[in-house]
């Protein structure tokens, strides 16, 4: 870059660098604004969660959003449990939930997810 830098600097004067990075972006101030950028988000993550007040009606929704996957999760083992325990009871209750409309199922995979 040397070489290129004193011939244009020859022609150009002192925008060699200017009209060089119409080109090719300067690499160094494009790491500063990444640097810059993630250190904002990162600031703006810590001032989210340094609120030191907590109210209990804010633990209890926080509690409520954590249960879905759980509840989800042991339902599901659930289902292989009563499969293997009484297939039959099992075989009616997922015949009953093959009659279900596809845009309801839909549906729910929206709300659940």
């Known amino acids: 870059m040397g070489l290129i830098q004193s011939v244009l600097s020859l022609f150009l004067g002192g925008a060699a660098q200017s009209t060089a990075e119409i080109f090719v972006e300067n690499k160094e101030q494009a790491a500063q604004r990444e640097a810059m950028s993630r250190a904002a988000a990162l600031a703006q993550l810590a001032q989210e969660f340094q609120t030191s007040k ?60």
Do not use: H, K, Q
């Not at 929704?61 to 999760?73: E, H, Q, T, V």
């Not at 309801?104 to 659940?112: P, Q, T």
């Open 54 to 113: 907590v109210s209990l009606f804010d633990r209890m929704i926080d509690g409520l959003n954590r249960l879905p996957r759980p509840f989800m999760a042991l339902g599901v083992l659930g289902l292989f449990v009563s499969a293997m325990a009484d297939p039959i009871w099992f075989a009616e209750r997922m015949r009953g939930m093959a009659v279900i409309p596809d845009p309801m199922w839909w549906l729910l995979g929206a709300v659940v997810s």
